[in-house]
């Protein structure tokens, strides 16, 4: 079975930083466009950013300048890297991972922004 491991949710304080993970296989890896969504209680998952597996990155603009995926070819893990939190940025964080018509994604992870 497909899995999409993922880690690094927490609380933290407006302002500060969090590193999500999201490990998986590498026959998964190496052809999938790798991504995280996040959903906020009564709001609709919606898009942070996502890394193709050559490289490219997209964006929401909600988190542009502030957050940045990259991948570790090794480890066949994918990261987010979140900085200047906001109490918006709170949401439960899903990995995805998407290729043709398979769409694959992790149980989630929370993230809360509050002092």
């Known amino acids: 079975q497909v899995q999409l491991v993922e880690s690094g949710g927490g609380l933290v304080q407006p302002g500060g930083s969090l590193r999500l993970s999201c490990a998986t296989s590498?026959?998964?890896?190496?052809?999938?466009?790798m991504g995280w969504y996040r959903q906020a209680p009564g709001k609709q998952r919606e898009l942070v950013a996502t890394?193709?597996?050559?490289?490219?990155?997209n964006y929401a603009d909600s988190v542009k300048g502030r957050f940045t995926i990259f991948r570790d070819n090794a480890r066949n893990t994918v990261y987010v890297e979140m900085n200047s939190l906001k109490p918006e940025d709170t949401a439960v964080y899903y990995c995805?991972?998407?290729?043709?018509?398979?769409?694959?994604w992790g149980q989630g992870t929370q993230v809360t922004v509050s002092s």
């Open positions: 995805n991972a998407r290729f043709s018509d398979v769409n694959l």
């Open positions: 590498r026959s998964i890896f190496s052809i999938y466009t």
């Open positions: 890394i193709t597996s050559g490289g490219s990155t």
